[in-house]
């Protein structure tokens, strides 16, 4: 398996499907970081599984596009297998959460 070198088989397969585990049942959480004297504004996103990136704040891009950067750019840091093409998301305190459309709770 490409991209997982040092490992068995086996545990490669089990962290595969950690990665594109379910992922219908994953929030990612966004925040915006204030700039401070040494850097400049940031956005942070986080999993519940302990994935997380932290991107500088791309001025280009309207307020919850800026979050999905972030999200993407988790995405393409843990090599999750994600399809971020159908997210949906809300606004918190801090940031954005963001999920998949097919996280349907059912009754």
Not at 68 to 83: G, I, M, R, S, T
Request: net charge neutral; with cysteine.
């Amino acid at each position: 398996m490409q991209g997982f070198d040092g490992l068995t088989l086996a545990d490669a397969v089990t962290l595969r499907s950690i990665l594109t585990l379910e992922n219908d049942m994953i929030a990612i959480q966004t925040k915006y970081i204030r700039p401070t004297n040494s850097r400049g504004s940031r956005i942070k996103a986080w999993t519940s599984n302990g994935h997380s990136v932290t991107i500088s704040y791309p001025h280009e891009y309207s307020h919850e596009v800026c979050h999905f950067q972030a999200v993407k750019a988790l995405v393409e840091k843990h090599k999750a297998d994600w399809n971020l093409t159908d997210m949906r998301y809300g606004g918190t305190e801090d940031g954005y959460v963001f999920c998949f459309a097919n996280s349907i709770v059912k009754e």
